[in-house]
């Protein structure tokens, strides 16, 4: 679940609320799942990437509940918008949120409303570099701005580094597609950093350790940088200090803690 900490403005997109049905699922790590929904009302859910949905639901005593959960789908905007909405769910051990999408068949709606957040790519920045930084599953987010990065590398030769933190290489959410997208833009940096585990014959751009301990070898720089921190709020505000202690002035760090909850 996400809490939101950042004061951006863009584009306005009006909240709904609306049902969604599940059109497929597979697992993106051992306790992680990815999930394709498409509107059950005919509608397409037009976003921002960046952007989340909340999915409403009860506890067993009837009390009513809600999750929020960060849009990872991947579609070009200048199309309009797509119909595909997609989330990634971490299960969590006893969960009322994750025995509902545990149990969800293919064809079973939930009831949701969005879109929801302002942890978006800005149309007035100006700058030369992003600096993405996540973990878990607060790197989807990242993944629903592959396409506006695209872009803005082309329009005006942007540079972008993206550091993920995960355990191990199981736990290294959209990691191939990542590694593919960075293959493929000589501009796009993919950086895993892996705390308990390496991969075997890693990439030359693989670290060992957690992200907060290698930030500074990208040597952030107030005239050229944005950060972006989402993910576990302990990554989150070290960063954010690190990131201060080189200089960058609070507008230029944008936040969004994953907070857990059953």
């Known amino acids: 679940m996400a ?29 992680v799942g990815h999930y394709t929904f498409v509107r059950d009302d005919g509608q397409p859910l037009d976003y921002i990437p960046g952007q ?11 009390t009513a ?24 769910v971490s299960y969590v051990p006893g969960g009322a949120a994750t025995a509902l999408f545990e149990g969800l068949d293919i064809g079973g709606t939930v009831d949701a409303s969005g879109p929801f957040g302002r942890f978006c790519l800005m149309p007035a920045d100006s700058n030369k570099r992003y600096l993405l930084i996540g973990t878990g599953t607060g790197v ?16 005006r ?49 693989v670290r060992q350790g957690y992200v907060q301990q290698h930030l500074a070898e990208f040597a952030p720089d107030l005239a050229h940088d944005i950060a972006y921190l989402c993910g576990n709020p302990n990554m989150v505000d070290a960063c954010f ?22």
């Open 140 to 155: 989807t987010p990242y993944r629903a701005m592959l396409p506006q990065l695209e872009t803005l590398m082309r329009q």
């Open 157 to 205: 030769g942007v540079e972008v580094v993206l550091l993920f933190g995960s355990r191990t290489p199981t736990e290294l959410l959209y990691g191939d597609e990542f590694r593919a997208f960075a293959d493929k833009h000589s501009n796009f940096r993919f950086v895993p950093c892996f705390s308990r585990e390496l991969p075997d014959n890693p990439h030359q751009d």
């Open 65 to 88: 509940t809600k999750r929020s959960y960060s849009l990872a789908t991947i579609h070009d905007h200048a199309l309009g918008p797509g119909e595909a909405v997609e989330i990634a």
């Open 52 to 62: 989340f949905i909340q999915v409403h639901f009860q506890y067993g005593d009837g």
């Open 3 to 31: 809490t939101h900490c950042c004061s951006l403005v863009g584009t306005p997109v009006a909240i709904q609320h609306f049902p969604l049905k599940l059109v497929s699922r597979r697992m993106l790590a051992p306790t």
């Open 241 to 262: 200090d690190t990131l201060k202690g080189f200089g960058l002035p609070v507008p230029q760090i944008r936040r969004e803690k994953y907070v857990s909850s059953k």
